[in-house]
């Protein structure tokens, strides 16, 4: 996606907008000016966020909505299209989770995960199609997970909302390509990041949880989103973490099942205790500004070879078949080189032959 003939900033919705992948996306769409609808139930990270992009020269429109109400969606899309004209990029991004084994859980637990992680990607993915395929034009990025594909034990309700959303998305596509729809839809699977979602997830485990390492920080999945928002892959992948775990979902399920049960406790915790009582966002936002940052930035990478690689697979992929070309035609030559040098030495053994 590029941005209008008329010269136009892009016009943007990013949902999530006030903290974690989705603070870090606003601010990396802000960079070309962007105008950016920012959804959200925190109004004190939202109003940050907009300051943010009105310093990098962009415009912003605070929307503190709760993606789980389909017709605050609705409006927030309609409030963005009066005021800054035709959205071109939607991002689904925001989630909540809850980290406990799912026999002490509860419906109600369940059911506001699903309804944010899940069906707020799908209210956000339809009030956008609204607004995009009559004009034949837009992109709608969901910020997926590797664990749409891996789940892991302690958030069986976030994985399954993350199954969900990629079995949605895969759905609609095939309805766009049916109609010939030009509006694109792009999933970007993502590793454990480096956010202050784990300073805020309600959780029953006794330590401080973590992502699970290796761990990355949001500026490299903001570059990664926007990317996604202006190429047209239908999915892109961020990490070897996230790749490892599709591909070894697809070969060793089993095995990966008794791997996470003995190692997936642990990997989820520090080994400091949890405060008691301490706040959570499941049911209603907590105040003050988290930025994108959690409390991991000591090991957590600013930069993914996998994601640069994948970003160039053309280039990657010419430059392998060049190489394995290449080889090809030494062997070759090598060969024939050989077999044009045995000739003299056959010949002269024939005359000799004759001679005798």
Partial sequence: MTPTSDHRPQVVVVTGASAGVGRATVREFAKDGAWIGLIARGREGLEAAAREVEAAGGRALVLPMDVANAAQVEEAAALVEQRFGPIEIWVNNAMVSILSPALQMTAEEFQRVTNVTYLGYVHGTLAALRRMVPRDHGAIVQVGSA?????????????????????????????????????????????????????????????????????????????????????????????????????????????????????????????????????????????????????????????????????????????????????????????????????????????????D
């Fill in 147 to 355: 664990l749409a594909y891996r789940s892991i034990p302690l958030q069986s309700a976030y994985c399954g909302a993350k199954h969900a959303v990629q079995g949605f998305v895969e759905s609609l596509r095939s309805e766009l390509i049916h109609d010939g729809s030009r509006v694109h839809m792009t999933t970007v699977q993502l590793p454990a990041v480096n956010t202050p979602q784990f300073s805020w997830i309600k959780s029953r485990l006794p330590r401080h949880p973590q992502p699970v390492p290796p761990i990355y920080q949001p500026e490299l999945i903001a570059r990664a989103i926007v990317w996604a928002s202006r190429h047209r892959r239908r999915e892109v992948s961020v990490g070897w973490p996230t790749v490892k775990a599709i591909v070894g979902d697809k070969f060793i399920p089993g095995l990966l099942d008794w791997y996470l049960a003995a190692k997936g406790y642990a990997s989820q915790q520090t080994e400091h205790p949890i405060e008691p009582d301490r706040p959570d966002n499941l049911f209603a936002p907590l105040p003050g500004d988290y930025g994108a940052h959690g409390r991991f930035d000591c090991g957590a990478h600013r930069f993914s070879l996998q994601f640069w690689l994948n970003q160039r697979r053309g280039w990657v992929a010419a430059a392998a078949l060049g190489a394995v070309g290449y080889v090809a035609a030494r062997l070759y030559t090598g060969g024939a080189g050989h077999s044009r040098g045995a000739a003299p030495d056959q010949a002269s053994r024939a005359g000799k032959d004759r001679m």
